[in-house]
């Protein structure tokens, strides 16, 4: 993990616990004895990150609805710091961001904000995501530097949001991985199944996917997938280079870097640039492009 991020080694479940109180009855040794919680119980996920916000970044009040994305907060500060690095942030400089599909949790302004100093605008295409995005920044009295902005063009992803005023630091975006639903449940299913038989749990074949782990449709899957969504967002970018400094987006999927890379040079970004991350054994990157010499 980055060096700035508060989320290295083992989790203190003892000490978060009393952070949450929640948490407390979802943390069990495991099959190694070793205290844990069931990964696969987005419950227990949830409890988690209630209790990672409150303590290390001072967030009192977080929730989301039920079938919402419930983000692991680690990779999400992972991305955040590693941006710092890109744009050069100076907490003496006020500087401002626009995060693409903010959903229902709001991570990333949150942490942004209490890392950096960051202003956000959060952009999203479910009205019930910026709705609870907007709860929670008002429970923390965040109004002020974390506002919102609602997508209604199914297809666009800048276009509608930007506006004529408008002066960004850097976009940061977590792009829809698959590109239908049923590749998203397989997906899900794998994961979940794995995680079960991690922790050591007796299996059958009936975990429901679309119960455990969160995700509208938006958060998990769009048409062209994900190297669609980013050479979308590529293309629209050209409109906004004057009003943005660094535009970023995730890469889930390595394979889809040089597709990417020849789409940022056939709109003539000055700057590209591939950040590469890992979490553990997962790796992970964002790839970051500028029009500004």
Partial sequence: MHPKNKHQGRYDLVGLSISNPKLKAFVKPNAYNDLSIDFANPKAVKALNQALLAKDYQIAEWDIPDHFLCPPIPGRADYIHYLADLIDADKSKKMTGLDIGVGANAIYPLIGHREYGWDFIGADINANAIKNAQAIVDANGLNNCIQFRLQSHEHQILKGIIQADDAFDFTMCNPPFHASLEDAQAVTQRKIYSLAK???KQLT???????NFGGQGAELFCKGGELGFIERMIKESAL??????WFTTLVSKASN????ERS??????KKIKIVEMSQGQKQSRFVAWSYVN
């Fill in 205 to 211: 074949k009936t975990i429901n996917a679309k119960l």
């Fill in 257 to 260: 870097l040089p597709k990417i």
């Fill in 240 to 245: 906004y280079k004057n009003q943005c400094r």
């Fill in 264 to 269: 940022l040079k056939a709109i003539a970004a």
């Fill in 198 to 200: 991690n922790a050591g």
